[in-house]
């Protein structure tokens, strides 16, 4: 069984008095350990489909199966609680707490699931100095680069162990070196504990790496294809 199943999703908006229809027909089905990048130009529907993936946008029309749970049906306590224990969520504004260092931040998403605090700080030290942040885990964001920061939150979704974590154009605000490393950590992460990462993307690098790459366009999916990366990750 597909750990993520699409059934002919759609999604409308109004603007004023004109509806707009974002998402048309979207059917797709992703195994558990796929790095997909969902890609097309501005305004294809990328970003809505991500939130309807991860349950913070309802559709329209169809319905979201993540492992096994049919997420459009759940009401929002239910919902709230499926996010918190299955996705991660990486976006390109890095929505760390200020008031709290690198290593709280980590922590935070795992004290809300109730983890032990033994647990949870082992988890956070682990992932941190996975992304390379071992020397500057107790700053606080503002201590931080862009950078760093970005890893921060790339450390937080991985930590809570989601099944599927969606990151929104994770590297835009990188540079190549810092984007390239983070894209390697994340690509041994989808090998090694077949977490399953979705991209919505416009970065060339990221495309590099996915392994399938899904093409929007007008709100459809015109293209949908398995590539061999044709990058290798840097050796540890």
Known sequence: MALLSLHGIGKRYRQGEVEVSALQGIDLEIEE???????????????????????????????????????????????SDFRLFQLGFIFQAYNLVPVLSALENVELV??????PAEDRRRRAQHYLDLVGLDK?????????SGGQQQRVAVARALAAGPRLVLADEPTANLDSENA?????????????????????????????????????????????????????????
């Open 33 to 79: 350990g796929e790095f997909v990048a969902l890609v097309g130009p501005s305004g294809s529907g990328k970003t809505t489909l991500l939130n309807i993936v991860g349950g913070l946008d309802a559709p329209s029309e169809g319905r979201t199966e993540l492992n096994g749970t049919d997420i459009t049906t759940l009401k929002e306590a239910r919902l």
């Open 110 to 115: 795992m004290v809300m699931q109730g983890r």
């Open 180 to 236: 390239t490393a983070l894209l390697d950590i994340m690509h041994r992460l989808a090998r090694k504990q077949k977490t399953t990462f979705i991209f919505s993307t416009h970065d060339q690098r990221v495309m590099e790496r996915a392994e399938r790459i899904v093409t929007l366009r007008d709100g459809k999916i015109v293209d949908d294809r398995r590539v061999e990366a044709r990058h290798h990750e840097h050796a540890d």
């Open 136 to 144: 500057v885990m107790h700053r606080r964001p503002s201590a931080l």
